[in-house]
């Protein structure tokens, strides 16, 4: 193996180790297609009619042999991943209306008990006034009886 070749297989070890550790921390992380992403992040995308380092003119069913069409997602599977995703994306609004409808409850819950509050310290505040005003009202009086 040429060290070019060694650096290569490598790396890919390398991104294995890397992808494994995502998805154990990671539900989301689809194993199965791990491989050809791998190969893909490292070597590029494939190109048609050759297999990388085994020069031109041989093809990937020639490398690999006729189930190398394995290494391919199907239109069926490419439908099913983008019907994944959109459910997954409508799952993600429905989550972010209903978080939104939540935090608007909050913010007028905590605006009518800011109100209620409000309202309170204006009514304590009347009633101070108006007890300031009946001792005023009483000390005139006296004033007024001493007066005489």
């Known amino acids: 193996m040429t060290s070019e070749a060694g650096e290569i297989m490598e790396k890919l070890k390398e991104k294995k180790v890397e992808y494994e550790a995502i998805a154990s921390t990671d539900s989301s992380v689809n194993l199965e297609n791990i491989d050809n992403k791998i190969i893909t992040e490292v070597l590029g995308p494939e190109r048609y009619g050759r297999v990388q380092f ?3 003119g041989v093809t990937p069913t020639q490398y690999f042999g ?5 290494y391919m997602p199907s239109g069926s599977q490419a439908q099913a991943e983008v019907q994944r995703l959109r459910n997954q994306i409508a799952q993600m609004q429905v989550n972010t209306v209903e978080q939104i ?3 608007q409850r909050k913010y007028e819950e905590l605006q009518q008990q800011l109100r209620a509050e409000a309202a309170a310290r204006e009514a304590a505040v009347a009633a101070r006034e108006a ?5 005023a009202a009483e000390q005139r009086k006296k004033h007024d009886d001493l007066q005489l």
């Open 66 to 70: 006729s189930d190398s069409q394995q």
């Open 131 to 135: 007890e300031a005003a009946t001792m």
């Open 54 to 56: 085994q020069g031109s």
């Open 101 to 103: 409808a939540e935090v």
